[in-house]
């Protein structure tokens, strides 16, 4: 059976994330996935992104102008949308999203898994496991491999503080 003038939702909204989702998130994310799936292009595939403007959220969805930053947030938080801007570069939080005139969104889920963008590109790698640190060649390293493997008495250590002055 084919339906004409229909939105394919994802399963995984129904299966995982709906009992999740606030009332207000799910109003929001709907209003994307319509937005974007719920739409072709002119050659033929769904659209991936789209502006929406707050007051088309307001419009679309009933929630408030007041919660719906908050409700986006968090659907960013949760990984179920993605915001960028005209140029495609990310913007995961409030401040960035602030001022900019031209706010795209799109649904992340696994059937777009392909659009979708890390948020760090780059894992941070520890000091430790680096070829050459700064702290191998210090004087605290050299005491490490040099020292017995008791400790000093004051004395024994008085001793041998003297014995480097002379």
Request: hydrophobic share 25%.
């Amino acid at each position: 059976m084919h339906y004409k003038q229909t939105t394919q939702v994802p399963n995984e909204l129904f299966d995982d994330q709906l009992a999740k989702l606030t009332f207000s998130e799910l109003k929001i994310l709907m209003c994307v996935i319509r937005q974007t799936y719920g739409w072709t292009q002119k050659n033929g595939k769904r659209k991936t992104r789209d502006r929406i403007t707050y007051n088309q959220f307001h419009k679309k969805t009933g929630v408030s102008l007041r919660s719906i930053p908050d409700a986006i947030q968090s659907l960013i938080i949760k990984q179920l949308i993605r915001v960028t801007d005209y140029h495609g570069e990310l913007l995961h939080y409030p401040n960035q999203r602030k001022g900019k005139t031209r706010i795209y969104y799109a649904p992340c889920f696994k059937r777009c898994a392909k659009n979708t963008q890390k948020v760090c590109k780059k894992r941070h790698q520890p000091m430790q496991n680096k070829a050459y640190n700064k702290t191998n060649g210090t004087k605290l390293t050299l005491q490490k491999r040099n020292s017995p493997n008791r400790r000093l008495t004051d004395s024994e250590r008085l001793q041998e503080i003297l014995s480097y002055q002379k």
